[in-house]
C-alpha cells in the first residue's frame, strides 16, 4: 500500500533537487489565518475540548483500546486501527518485514480469502489505505455506515488470522521491490542518502531502512512471517477509533469482532529513548544521474515522548516551514537557493531534522549552509519576539483544527494517541505547545542544533560539477543570466 514515511521523504527530496515541484511546494505550506496579536489562543482552541468531550472511551479486558467520536448527520464512518509495531522491532535478517506484512493484511484472511477485503471495500465504496513508520503501522477506511459491522469483522479477521500463503507472500515481496526500485533505487541520490543517515544512528532500532533490504525482503517466508505477527499483533498493542456515524450497536460488533482475541502472556518490551552524542559530519555522494547539486543537512533531536518535543516542534516551523519562516525569508530578494524542502522525521525515541537545498548557478553549497548556520545562531543568541512565537502557536493550532474537518484524519489521530496523552487524545499536545516559551526555543536550538550539523552534498556528475564551479566564479548578473536562460 502507501510507501513509508521515510522513503516519502527522499521522494520529496528528489522532487525538490529536480527543481520540478515548486509549485506542489507552495501549496504544501502552512499559512497562518486570523493571527491574534494578543496570544490568546484558548477561544480559538475551544472546539478541540469540544470535540474531545464528546470522545467515548473503553479498554477491552484483552487490552485493546477503544475511542469512538459520533458526528451528527455523518452518512458514514471512518476506522482507524493502529499497532504499536514498526521497522525498529525488526530483527537483523527481517528489516522490511513490518512494512511487507502491512501488505499482506490486503491480501486474505482466514474468512476473507485472496482479494475478498479490497473487492468488498470496492464495492462499498469504501475507501482504504495502510502506511508504515519506524514505530507503528496504521490502517484506515471511511466506508458507509451501514456497513459498519461487516468492515469491523473483515477488520479484525485479516488482523488476528492473515492467510500467510507461499503465493501471497511471493506476489507482495514483488510489489515492494518495485516500490523499492520505484521510490528509492531509481532515484537519484535517494539509496546512498538513506544509507548515510541511516548510517548515523547504526546499531539502534532506528538504524535500517523501513522499508528494508532487498535481500532481506526477498528472504522472507510465510513461517517467517507469521512468527512477526504471532509477535507483535497481539490486542494490548493496538488502538481502534472510529469517527462518524456510530450505532448504538457499535460497542457490541467491537467486542463480537474483537474481545475474543487473547492477550499473549509476554509482557511488551518498552524501548529506550537514543542517547546520540551528536558532533558535526560532512559527507558527500555522487550521482551520475544527478540533475543538480543539493546539500542535505539534517540534526539530531528528540523522540516524540521528550520534554523537549514542543519547542523543538516549533522552532523547526519557525527555522524552516512555513511561510514565516527564517528560511523562506530568506527567499524573498534575491536569494542564494533556488528550492528548499523540509520534513522533519519525529520517531518514539528519536528525532531528526532536515533540509534540503538547492543552490542558485552563482551559490557554493559551502554558502548556502553557513546561511543556515547563521539562521540557527539568529535564534540561539537572541529571543524571538512574542509575536513570532504567538503565530508559530496559532499555526500549529490551525493545522490541527483542521483535522476535526476530516473524520478519516481525526480517526488516525486518535488512534496513534500517545500514552502521556490517553485521557487528553487532542488537546494534551496542544497544552504543551501552548506551554512553550521564547527561551525553551533557545534552549532546544542550542542543544540540538549549535555545532552538531550533519552534511550531505548531493553531487552531479563531473560535467555538471565544473560547469556549476564556473559559473560560482562569474560576475553574478553573468551567471544569473546564464541560470535564467536555462531555466
Known sequence: MRTSAYSYFFTKLICVVSIACSSAYAAEVQQVTGFNASCDLSAQAAPLYQAEQRIQYRQLSNGLQVRTLAIDGSSSVSIASQFDVGSRDE??????YAHLFEHMLFKGSQNAPGDSYTQTMSELSGQFNASTFFDFTNYYLT????????????????????????????????????????????????????????????????????????????????????????????????????????PQQTDTW??????????????????????????PVHGEIIDERGPW??????????GASSEDAPALKLLEAYLFQNKSSLIERTSLKDPDQLLTYSIP???????????????????????????????????????????????????????RLARLDSPSQLARALSATAAQDSAVPLTGEWQRINAVTAADLQRVSERYFSNKRVRLDLLPPWHIRAAKTILEWLPKGAADGLEESVM
Request: contains cysteine.
Open 91 to 96: 530483527i537483523s535478517g527481517q528489516t522490511g
Open 143 to 246: 466506508i458507509p455506515a451501514p456497513a459498519l459491522e461487516l468492515s469491523l469483522w473483515l477488520e479484525a479477521d485479516r488482523f488476528r488470522y492473515p492467510a500467510l500463503t507461499a503465493t501471497t507472500v511471493k506476489n507482495q515481496q514483488a510489489a515492494v521491490l518495485e516500490e523499492m526500485a520505484t521510490s528509492i533505487d531509481n532515484q537519484p541520490y535517494v539509496r546512498k542518502a538513506m544509507e548515510f543517515l541511516l548510517s548515523q544512528v547504526e546499531g539502534t532500532p532506528y538504524g535500517h531502512a523501513v522499508i528494508g533490504s532487498v535481500a532481506d525482503v526477498k528472504a522472507a517466508t510465510p513461517a517467517s512471517l507469521n512468527a512477526f505477527h504471532q509477535r507483535f499483533y497481539r490486542p494490548d498493542a493496538m488502538q481502534l477509533s472510529l469517527v462518524g456515524n456510530i
Open 254 to 279: 467491537i467486542d463480537n469482532s474483537f474481545a475474543s482475541w487473547e492477550q499473549p502472556s509476554d509482557k511488551r518490551q518498552p524501548l529506550a529513548d537514543l542517547n546520540i552524542s551528536a558532533k
Open 293 to 302: 547539486p543539493a546539500v542535505l543537512l539534517a540534526w539530531h533531536t528528540a
Open 345 to 399: 522525521l519525529k520517531m518514539q525515541h528519536h528525532g531528526v531534522t532536515n533540509l534540503v537545498l538547492v543552490p542558485r548557478a552563482r551559490t557554493s553549497l559551502d554558502t548556502l549552509t553557513d546561511n543556515v548556520e547563521l539562521l540557527i545562531a539568529s535564534v540561539t543568541t537572541k529571543p524571538i519576539a512574542a509575536q513570532q512565537l504567538c503565530q508559530l502557536k496559532q499555526i500549529w493550532l490551525d493545522k
